[in-house]
């Protein structure tokens, strides 16, 4: 489907492809113990994937991009699986660390848009991106170049990233990538997809830093995603895991999720009980008058 849409600083109208409909889910990473010898980044996703004949709890969103690095993934799958084969192509080529992470993964994500871009210069003209950026202006008409390079300047990777790892300090690092291209490291925690807002409140509200303990950033992580299912997208499966500085990569079995959930049942928000409003509580403004000023 196309809609039209008028480019104001060209002065045309043109025809745009509808956006995809992205069934966004929650990823949620969190750094512990940042301190100490063993820098922890507890890591939480849900395993919902969803379409438009219906939905399953069966999708692995934790990628694994090298021994140290890990990847967290929302959006579409075809998007996410083609750009983390280049992540991990560029993580394993380089030496990563908190010098160049960003550069390294900025790169992954510009070479999945000239891909993408490839695509569709191609599906239209039969010519490369690279032959059309040389020659495009002189082959095509003018309306049709200038078209076709708002399409290219429109095209964005229908998916959001994480990225976590530990650098050569064996410090934390916590990296948000999205589907501008637009690379940011981040500090204390980090989540994406539709319920990323709901557990990034959740996490504030918990006051959640970077020093804080491993146990209790384990149940702030974990009740960050419960919160997070208040999205209509987020699956109610949750898995658990933790990235140590040495490589270590644990996942919380069945008896610590058992465990977390009844901490949750105790701590978390509880339902509103039965409350009596006095009539005083309130004042009835149609009547009210203000004193007269002297």
Same mark, same amino acid.
């Given at each position: ?27 949620? =990473? @969190? +750094?512990? !113990?940042? /301190? ?11 395993? &919902?994937?969803?379409? %438009? ?40 080529? =380089? @030496? +990563?660390? !908190?010098? /160049? ?11 999945? &848009?000239?891909?993408? %871009? ?40 229908? =998916? ?63 009740? =960050? ?70």
């Amino acid at each position: 489907m196309a809609s039209r849409q008028y480019i104001p600083h060209r002065g045309y109208w043109r025809e745009v492809r509808e956006p995809e409909r992205r069934d966004m889910t929650v990823c949620i =990473a @969190a +750094v512990c !113990e940042e /301190n100490t010898p063993d820098a922890k980044i507890i890591l939480a996703t849900d395993t &919902k994937v969803s379409g %438009a004949l219906g939905s399953s709890e069966t999708m692995l969103k934790n990628r694994f991009l090298s021994p140290s690095w890990r990847c967290l993934t929302s959006g579409s799958d075809t998007d996410i699986i083609a750009t983390v084969a280049l992540l991990k192509k560029h993580f394993r080529k =380089a @030496a +990563v660390d !908190e010098t /160049n992470v960003v550069h390294v993964i900025r790169t992954a994500l510009n070479e999945r &848009k000239s891909e993408k %871009a490839n695509e569709l210069i191609q599906g239209k003209y039969a010519i490369s991106y690279t032959e059309f950026l040389a020659t495009g202006r002189s082959r095509l008409p003018d309306d049709l170049f200038r078209a076709a390079t708002t399409e290219v300047e429109l095209i964005r990777i229908n =998916a959001d990233f994480i990225i976590v790892g530990h650098d050569s300090s064996k410090s934390a690092l916590l990296v948000e990538a999205n589907g501008r291209c637009e690379v940011a490291i981040k500090e204390d925690f980090v989540a994406i997809g539709e319920g990323g807002y709901l557990a990034q409140a959740s996490l504030l509200n918990r006051s959640h830093s970077y020093v804080d303990a491993f146990a209790e950033t384990l149940y702030a992580v974990y009740e =960050a995603k419960r919160f997070a299912e208040g999205a209509p997208s987020v699956g109610r499966n949750t898995q658990l895991n933790v990235l140590h500085s040495n490589g270590l990569y644990e996942i919380v079995q069945l008896s610590g999720m058992t465990f977390l959930a009844s901490q949750y049942e105790q701590l978390s928000r509880r339902k509103i009980p039965t409350l009596k409003i006095e009539p005083n509580f309130l004042i009835d403004l149609t009547k009210w008058k203000p004193p007269n000023e002297t």
